[in-house]
C-alpha cells in the first residue's frame, strides 16, 4: 500500500490516533501535512516525522483559516491526495445534565469542522478527479452510548455526511470512508474510571481495548489505492463491540 508522491493531510494529529495515523501514512511514503490546535504538541509531532512535514496550528471550525491552510497546502505541495478528519472533542454527561455550550461545542468541532475541512479540499480533489477522504466516525455514532448524546450525534452526523460527499463526488473518481473506533486505548480512554472500562470490555467480543495502530491500519487501508472500489462505507475497529 504504497503512497509514494501522495500529499495526506490529518486534522487533529498531534497527538493519539491522530499521530499514529500520520505515522503510518507517512511511513508508506505520503507527504504529511499535520493539522491541529495544539501548538506545542504539534511541534513535538513534527520534529518525530521529520523533514518535509508541513505543520499548521488551526481551529477546524474557522472557515477562513481552513480554506486559507488548504489553499496553501495545495500551492507547496502541488496535490491534495489524501484527507483524513480525525481532529474531536468529548464533552460528555447525562442529557439532563447536559448543558448547551457542551452539545454546541462537540457538534461544532466533530461535525462542522469535518464538513468546512472536507469542503475546501474537495475543490482540490475534483480538479485532480481524484482523491481519499476519510473521516473519523465511532461506534458510539453507530448504537449510542450513555452520556455521549452530543458526540453519539456527531458521530452519526459525520456518518451520514460521509454516505452524502461519496454519493456526490463519486463521479470525479474521489472516495469518502468512515472508520468507526470502538474501545481504544488512549489518553481519552485511560482517564475512565475502572468500572468503566470493565463495562465497556465486557462488551467487546474480542475482549480487550482496541490500540490507536488498529484504527491508523485500517485509515492507511481506505487512503491507498487497494481502496479504489471502495466508497461511501463505514469501517467498525471496535473488537465486534458494534455487531
Known sequence: ???????????GAARGIGLEIARQLGARGARLVLVDVLEEDLAKASAELGGGTLTFVLDVTDEAAVEKMIDAVAEKAGSIDILVN?????????????????????????????????????????????????????????????????YSASKAGVVGFTKTVARELASRNVCANAVAPGFIDTKMTQVLPQKAKERALAMI???????????????????????????????????????
Open 1 to 11: 500500500m504504497g503512497l509514494e508522491g501522495k500529499t495526506a493531510i490529518v486534522t
Open 205 to 243: 467480543p474480542l475482549g480487550k481495548m482496541g490500540q490507536a495502530e488498529d484504527v491508523a491500519a485500517a485509515v492507511v487501508f481506505l487512503a491507498s489505492d487497494e481502496a479504489r472500489y471502495i466508497t461511501g462505507q463505514v469501517l467498525a475497529v471496535d473488537g465486534g463491540m458494534a455487531m
Open 86 to 150: 480525525n481532529a474531536g472533542i468529548t464533552r460528555d454527561d447525562l442529557l439532563l445534565r447536559m448543558t448547551e455550550e457542551a452539545w454546541d461545542l462537540v457538534m461544532k468541532v466533530n461535525l462542522k469542522g469535518t464538513f468546512l475541512v472536507t469542503k475546501h479540499a474537495a475543490k482540490y480533489m475534483i480538479r485532480q478527479r481524484s482523491g481519499r477522504i476519510v473521516n473519523l466516525a465511532s461506534v458510539s455514532g453507530l448504537v449510542g452510548n450513555p452520556g455521549q448524546a452530543n
